[in-house]
């Protein structure tokens, strides 16, 4: 059978052209996705955890979904300070369902952003945040800038799809028509194909990011000979391309939000591109990674008024990212459950933090084996939104996309464990 316009569920482009070949409940071709996204849709389905398993005495024994429910809404009860993290590679609906359950536990809800993105917020919290959708940089932009990231191999098809590669409704050649500006700590393959590339020494981004807008603002004689290993006649260079573009898009990473200066990094992009923006239009998007993770921040702070790390302990959103991020709250043994939905701390988080996660009870939401299974005392298999379950999701530009099922496995789905979780913890709060 063949499933026309479906939604890859792996990164934050969200590609919603794909064609995908299934046979009875094997999928076996999938056409347009990169390779990241074919390797998970040809295979999320054979890797699955068949049924729920809990820990006996040292080894796993296989459980009953109810059991292992009971076990979850049991240990978020009893606990002070229940951590309830992940929530970037599953639907909005569950991510719902999610803040509503830690409101009622007085617990904290993190998402992944707290290891990613969340300075970018941060900073757009102080200084706003001059965005616009792809489909405006594929139609519109001249010149691309992807500063502190590699889409090559992690966004595969952001540039065939809406930057170099792509033809726009104004821009009928972009590969002859649209420049692109590379900045980065060393040379990538994106690196190789750019029209300008700028190497920045390590932690040298809010130096180059300054001297910048100083040439922008007509203040180039305060900019050195070299800032963190850029020549100032490459930093003006790059200024004057920034200047003369008729669309500018400025596209950044991790790189920029996890090196030295953090939030402060982000901060100064976003006011580059006010800079620019007196001269010609600019704007700026977080390269995001989960394909959900954008929805998280949206859902929390619809609900709570905060994007993430929100703490219900007060009997209010309390949101202090640093205190209220569940790195801070593991490493300073805080909480005392934990339920880690649709993400793998086990493969990120640092060892003192998942020192603590082995010690408290915790509960795992995910269709299959990670690093974060053995660190769990019970594991719950779901289906996986994009090929067995149906749901909501944003795309890094906070477009909200609706992403279709095409398989039925015969698993629940994130939504459905969580609501029943939160009824059952329901049922004991506000009987
Ligand atoms: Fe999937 Fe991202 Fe590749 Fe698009 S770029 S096919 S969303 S992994």
Redo the contacts with the bound molecule.
């Keep these: 059978m063949i499933h026309e316009d479906m939604?890859?569920?792996?990164?934050?482009?969200?590609?919603d052209d794909?064609v995908i070949e299934t046979e009875g409940s094997e999928v076996v071709r999938v056409d347009?996705?990169?390779?990241?996204?074919?390797h998970?849709l040809m295979n999320a389905g054979k890797h699955r955890l068949k049924a729920p398993i809990m820990r006996d005495g040292g080894a796993w024994r296989d459980a009953s979904y109810e059991e292992a429910m009971e076990y979850t809404a049991g240990i978020l009860l009893d606990a002070d300070r229940p951590l309830l993290y992940g929530w970037s590679s599953t639907q909005g609906e569950a991510q719902g369902a999610g803040v509503s359950m830690a409101e009622l536990l007085g617990g904290v809800i993190d998402s992944t952003t707290s290891v990613c993105h969340g300075p970018s917020i941060l900073a757009i919290q102080e200084v706003g945040h001059p965005g616009c959708t792809l489909g405006q940089v594929k139609n519109r932009a001249d010149l691309i800038v992807y500063w502190g990231c590699n889409p090559t191999e992690a966004?595969?098809?952001?540039m065939s799809?809406y930057t170099t590669y792509a033809d726009g409704y104004f821009l009928e050649n972009a590969f002859r028509d649209r420049k692109l500006i590379i900045v980065d700590v060393r040379k990538t393959e994106t690196g190789s194909i750019a029209d300008e590339f700028m190497q920045v020494k390590p932690g040298g981004d809010y130096a180059v990011l300054s001297a910048l807008r100083a040439i922008v603002r007509g203040r180039e004689d305060v900019v050195p000979p070299t800032v963190a290993g850029v020549t100032k006649e490459q930093l003006l260079r790059v200024a004057a391309l920034c200047k003369e573009a008729k669309f500018g898009a400025l596209f950044f990473g991790v790189g920029l939000t996890m090196s030295p200066g953090k939030y402060k990094n982000v901060r100064n992009a976003i006011e580059l591109v006010d800079d620019l923006n007196r001269y010609t239009k600019w704007t700026l998007t977080p390269l995001r990674g989960h394909?959900n993770v954008y929805g998280s921040n949206e859902v929390f702070t619809w609900m709570t008024g905060y994007p993430y790390a929100v703490d219900f302990s007060r009997q209010i959103a309390f949101y202090n990212p640093g205190e209220t991020t569940a790195v801070d709250i593991l490493a300073r043994q805080e909480c005392d459950a934990a339920l880690i939905v649709a993400s793998d701390p086990g493969a990120h988080f640092p060892k003192k933090c998942l020192e603590h996660l082995a010690s408290i009870p915790s509960v795992l939401i995910d269709p299959m084996h990670t690093m974060t299974t053995p660190l769990v005392r019970c594991q719950i298999p779901v289906a996986v939104t994009g090929m067995d379950a149906s749901g909501t999701a944003y795309r890094m530009d906070g477009v909200p996309i609706h992403v279709k099922k095409f398989l039925d496995l015969g698993y629940p789905t994130d939504t459905e464990i969580i609501t029943k979780i939160f009824e059952k913890v329901t049922e004991v709060r506000h009987p």
């Design positions: 939604i890859c569920p792996f990164c934050g482009c969200l590609c794909l347009n996705a990169c390779t990241l996204g074919s998970k966004h595969p098809r952001h799809r394909y």
